[in-house]
């Protein structure tokens, strides 16, 4: 059974074009395809998520 992803493949393109490496993922539909990503980028990737989820966390409800 595959693993499902707690993060939008959506979201994590967001914070890929916020770090300025969006166009290297490939985008086919709903699939996207981190292959040609490097394990640096991928790990920049989860710091943008991580970093996202502490704001939203501090903010004021």
Known sequence: MARRS???DE???EIAKE???AD????NGNNYDY???TTREAG???RGLIEKAEQL?????
């Open 57 to 61: 966390m501090a903010s004021p409800k």
């Open 35 to 37: 292959s040609n990503l």
């Open 6 to 8: 707690i993060v939008s």
């Open 24 to 27: 290297r993922i490939q985008r």
């Open 19 to 21: 770090l300025g490496f």
């Open 44 to 46: 920049l990737i989860v």
């Open 11 to 13: 979201v994590k393109y």
